[in-house]
């Protein structure tokens, strides 16, 4: 890391963001803090996701290039389905807004491991907010819990899968 003001700055580097959040949530879910932990593995797909879409899915528009063609801070796409085509290109939000981009994943990809963990993601994940993070944790659901645990963990084993292999299963 350099003095100057460009090697300070803060890269986006969602494997890296993901493993951690990831990491964090397994902790916190081992204490018993739950909220948080449900709040973390959210994240922690989300980012894991992100990065795998950015690695793999480049040939469907997947980039940090935004709808105005300049380079961003975050991943962006273009959505087939948009009916607007001025509005396709959109930013990738959080993991309950990007799960239809998911399948982009399995484009050509008719791997069994890789198609239950991004089917997992899509269910567990579905109606996860990042909002939940204002709540009063009232709402806890165990259960769903303890399945984006599970969700999150095929998550963090598909990202290390990639990490040696470079390939997707």
């Given at each position: ?103 982009l994943l399995l ?21 996860w907010i990042v ?39």
């Open positions: 890391m350099g003095d100057d003001e460009e090697s300070k700055k803060a890269k986006t580097d969602y494997a890296c963001a993901g493993e951690r959040h990831y990491e964090d949530a397994a902790y916190l879910y081992g204490d018993g803090r739950l909220l948080n932990a449900d709040h973390l593995f959210g994240l922690a797909v989300e980012c894991l996701m992100k990065a795998l879409l950015k690695r793999f899915a480049g040939s469907h528009g997947v980039s940090m290039r935004n709808s105005g063609g300049s380079d961003d801070d975050r991943l962006w796409w273009d959505d087939p389905d948009a009916k607007n085509q001025n509005k396709k290109r959109k930013a990738l939000g959080h993991i309950n807004q990007m799960r239809q981009a998911l399948p484009d050509g990809r008719p791997g069994l491991s890789l198609t239950e963990a991004l089917t997992r993601v899509s269910a567990d994940f579905e109606k909002d939940d993070r204002y709540t009063d944790g009232t709402h806890l659901d165990r259960a769903l819990l303890s399945r984006r645990q599970e969700t999150a963990t095929l998550a963090h084993e598909l990202h290390l899968h990639v990490e040696m292999t470079g390939k997707l299963p």
